[in-house]
T-cell receptor, first 112, second 114 residues
Framework: DAKTTQPPSMDCAEGRAANLPCNHS???????VYWYRQIHSQGPQYIIH???NNETNEMASLIITEDRKSSTLILPHATLRDTAVYYC?????????????FGTGTRLQVTL | SAVISQKPSRDICQRGTSLTIQCQVD?????MFWYRQQPGQSLTLIAT?????????ESGFVIDKFPISRPNLTFSTLTVSNMSPEDSSIYLC???????????FGPGTRLLVL
């Protein structure tokens, strides 16, 4: 799996959009970008994933650059409950049997 | 998605003892994964458990220390053997579901070894 690089921490005001960047400059053509988050004292939660097209679901949007070397997770209207560590992971889309390799993630603090 | 439960949710143990952690899934899954999260750290994969075969361990983890059972497609156990304070961590199981390569995680077992 390609190495990903994320800022260690970010702050965001409640109600504003949170834009979390991820660098994956060595990503290969068959590797997807996955985002998970871990709220304190809970197991990681899947957010979204994509290959090269932008993706949106009820939780977030994922913007992947055309060269696929970086991406941004967007939480359109951050709330206090979005305070968590966000992990960006690049992995081959080999179905459910593939392990996840977690980096250090970005600690997002949403404030009033 | 998959609903995963773990038992116990937390425990405090004495060094030299062993603890078995249970992971139950609400649907049949081929692969189950066990992760460890040491205090302030990210998640590290311990092993992959496939029903009907021996678990596959990652570098730095051995079967004698972390024996795993996988008796059926909805259940697995991880034992932390001969514990030391360095084993104090959160232990999480996860499964893949939905056919899209997504993994779902249990709530974790918080272990403190004194």
């Amino acid at each position: 799996d390609a190495k990903t690089t994320q800022p260690p921490s970010m702050d965001c005001a409640e109600g504003r959009a949170a834009n979390l960047p991820c660098n994956h400059s060595t990503i290969s053509g068959n590797e997807y970008v996955y985002w998970y988050r871990q709220i304190h004292s809970q197991g990681p939660q899947y957010i979204i994933h994509g290959l090269k097209n932008n993706e949106t679901n009820e939780m977030a949007s994922l913007i992947i650059t055309e060269d696929r070397k970086s991406s941004t997770l967007i939480l359109p209207h951050a709330t206090l409950r979005d305070t968590a560590v966000y992990y960006c992971i690049a992995r081959s889309h080999t179905g459910t049997a593939s392990k996840l390799t977690f980096g250090t993630g970005t600690r997002l603090q949403v404030t009033l | 998605s998959a609903v995963i439960s773990q038992k116990p949710s937390r425990d405090i143990c004495q060094r030299g003892t062993s603890l078995t952690i249970q992971c139950q899934v609400d649907s049949q899954v081929t692969m189950m994964f066990w992760y460890r999260q040491q205090p302030g750290q990210s998640l590290t994969l311990i092993a992959t458990a496939n029903q009907g075969s021996e678990a596959t361990y990652e570098s730095g983890f051995v079967i004698d220390k972390f024996p795993i059972s996988r008796p059926n497609l909805t259940f697995s156990t991880l034992t932390v053997s001969n514990m030391s304070p360095e084993d104090s961590s959160i232990y999480l199981c996860s499964v893949g579901a939905g056919g899209g390569g997504t993994q779902y995680f249990g709530p974790g077992t918080r272990l403190l070894v004194l």
